[in-house]
Structures are given as structure tokens and as C-alpha cells.
């Protein structure tokens, strides 16, 4: 049976972590307005040790990647996990994953792009409903906000128990404002 974790409520713990690529090292500003934007929506935030480390592409070994993953599930704090950026070093990380700790501890897990190897593996070997959608650096550290559009549909994804319906497309520049 699939988990679908529980519903984001303003003043739970977002975990930032950094599974793949290490760009949070080269654009600190970016996770900086992305904590400023969550913060902003009443959220506290969490940042996890790779977050902002650089180890040639990727934010940190894969074992050390791996650790925050793990870190941020079993923290009884957190009840969302957002990847900072994509990349191409995700699946380095699935063989130190724990998928029974995983599944014994749900989380709303949300990223996309090279995180979509860890969807994969959440579903398939923990039975975890995961978010394919926005990341820290790319999406919520947008400036001087994030697009409404993505706002919209984050929200109806992360913080009602109601199906999101139908997904309107979005309309382009429009949305920015």
C-alpha cells in the first residue's frame, strides 16, 4: 500500500538538502532567498550539512549525501524535504538509503530533474508518495519570489488532503505576477 505522508502546515520544519549537485556552494544567495522564502510563508528551515558544499559536481560524496537524506527523514522535526538543485550524482546516493527507515518515517519529498531517481526509489522500495516538483535554489530562491503558478500548485500539492484536480497550464510570464 502506498504512504502518502502527512499535509505541510505553516510552522513545520522544511529540511534543504543537497543529494546531488553542489551549487549551493557557488550560489549561496540562492538558498539564502529560498530560506527567506519559506520563512516568509511561516515555515521554519532546516539546512542539512551538503547544502552548501561543493565536492567537484556534486555537493558531497555520496555517502555523505546519503547521511542527509537519512538525517533529514529520521529528524522527527522535519515534515518536508526539499532538494536544493538537480544534477546528475543522485543514484550514487541509493545504496546507503535505509528504504524500511524511510518508509517507518514518511516525509513529503519534493525536488526534481536528477532527483527523479530518488522518487523512484522512495516509491518502489519504501511505498512512498513523493512531490515531483520545485527545488530550494531553483524555484523558492527565484527572486524576488517564486512564481505563482508554482506556488499554487506546491501548495494544493503539499498542504490540503484533497486531490490537486485539474492542472491548469500555465500561462508563461503572466504568472510572475
Not at 519559506?38 to 549525501?65: C, D, H, I, M, N
Not at 494544493?156 to 488532503?161: C, D, G, L, N, P
Request: with cysteine.
Amino acid at each position: 500500500m502506498l504512504i502518502k505522508p502527512n499535509k505541510l502546515q505553516k510552522g513545520d520544519i522544511i529540511a534543504i538538502i543537497s543529494p546531488s549537485a553542489g551549487l549551493g556552494k557557488r550560489y549561496p544567495h540562492r538558498i539564502d532567498n529560498a530560506i527567506k522564502f519559506l520563512e516568509s510563508q511561516g515555515y521554519k528551515v532546516k539546512e542539512f550539512p551538503s547544502t552548501r558544499k561543493s565536492s567537484g559536481w556534486e555537493s558531497a560524496p555520496a555517502e555523505e549525501r546519503a547521511k542527509d537524506i537519512m538525517g533529514a527523514f529520521l529528524d522527527k522535526e522535519v515534515k518536508a524535504i526539499i532538494s536544493s538543485i538537480g544534477g546528475t550524482v543522485a543514484i550514487q546516493t541509493l545504496k546507503y538509503l535505509d528504504f524500511e527507515k524511510i518508509k517507518e518515517n514518511p516525509k513529503i519529498f519534493c525536488g526534481y530533474s536528477d532527483i527523479s531517481n530518488l522518487h523512484y526509489a522512495f516509491l518502489t522500495q519504501a511505498n512512498l508518495i513523493t512531490f515531483y516538483g520545485p527545488c530550494a535554489m531553483t524555484q523558492f530562491g527565484e527572486y524576488p519570489k517564486p512564481l505563482s503558478y508554482t506556488l499554487e500548485y506546491f501548495n494544493k500539492a503539499v498542504t490540503s488532503e484533497k486531490p490537486i484536480g485539474k492542472i491548469i497550464p500555465s500561462n508563461g510570464v503572466k504568472n510572475w505576477i
